[in-house]
């Protein structure tokens, strides 16, 4: 049975990708679900349709029973994959799906929803303010003023943020792209990405994995949201009332770097509300955009470095960090001589 077949038969409210986010609806009672929802939008999957996911998961269980996983689209399979993160970072989750009805299983998503929702909004309102303070030259004052409180006057409008957000590989010193960005005759997909998310804000053509997603503002942008708003000037040991350490994180995801650079691509914008229909952020384009290379297996020597990077960043006393060792050290003669052995052995062997 192929894929189109095996999905025919699931019900119309499957409808559309549940990794898409869906109509805000309240949900109505607190539990720890919404809590649990706030760290798995900020750190596993964040612009998402919480209900559907739950229900598309379900079904596709069922599915599964008779069809390979790999007949499904790659779309499916990576929703599926973020239905199986959640199952396991919650237990108990699946068997309070597989005994719910209808009505509960959606009230589950309900709850997962309003808690990432809720944490996006409070890291929006938070950020609007904060980035001002990072990306101001050092020792002066923003020229002319950016209010804390408004951003009509950000995006391509303002010089500072304008050279933050243009894509890459475009010269903003160029009178005539400036102009086409700020007058919108050239449009700004959420895949073509701004310069900010490089190192020194500096691209690469010939290298473009060189500097990307290690940028000083992502980093201060991060700790504010993680660690602690005061940890972003110091070494990062504020952590005792930080979201990572109220849930446990002692290292950076992936998805949380691409959550942290669609935040802050945000904070940059003139958009005054985080929203799904605007086509001027096209924030869910972008924040995908991350994840499709990011979650590229053939992109995994370059994503594994960017982690090791960011873990010593961010978490530089946890073993993700991977510190090199010490050059002298007792470990490193022995690693260096069993390295000796296994290359003499490959010699030896090479040569029969």
Known sequence: MIAQDATSSIPSKRGSSALQMGPQKKASSSDPLVSHGRHF????????????????GILRLELLEDTPLEEFSAEERRE??????????????LERLKDGSEEEILHVGELIGKGAAGARGDDTKTLKSA??????????AIQPPLHRN???????????????????????????????????????????????????HTYDPEDPWCGLLRSRLLVCAYKHVFTSPSSVEREPKATRSGNARLHGM?????????????????????????SRTDTTT?????????????????????????LTWWNRQVFPTSSAAKRPISANSALS????????????ADSDNGSL
């Open 131 to 140: 980035v001002l303070d990072w990306i101001s030259p050092k020792g002066e």
């Open 333 to 344: 003669k022995i690693r260096q001589k069993r390295l000796a052995l296994r290359q003499a």
């Open 282 to 306: 096209d924030s869910e384009t972008f924040y995908h955009s991350l994840l499709d290379l990011l979650e590229d297996p053939e992109e995994c020597q370059e994503v594994d470095e960017l």
């Open 250 to 274: 002692n290292a950076v995801t992936i998805a949380s770097v691409a959550y942290i650079a669609t935040q802050v691509r945000f904070a940059l914008s003139s958009s005054s509300v985080f």
């Open 41 to 56: 939008g900020r750190t596993v999957f964040s612009l998402c349709n919480y209900p559907s996911l739950l229900t598309n």
């Open 150 to 200: 408004s951003k009509i006057d950000r995006g391509f409008n303002h010089e500072l943020t304008g050279s933050l957000l243009c894509p890459a590989g475009l010269d903003w010193n160029d009178s005539r792209t400036k102009e086409d960005l700020r007058s919108g005759e050239m449009l700004v997909c959420g895949d073509q990405w701004p310069i900010f998310l490089y190192a020194l």
């Open 80 to 93: 599926h994959r973020v239905f199986g993160q959640l199952l396991d970072s919650y237990p108990g989750l």
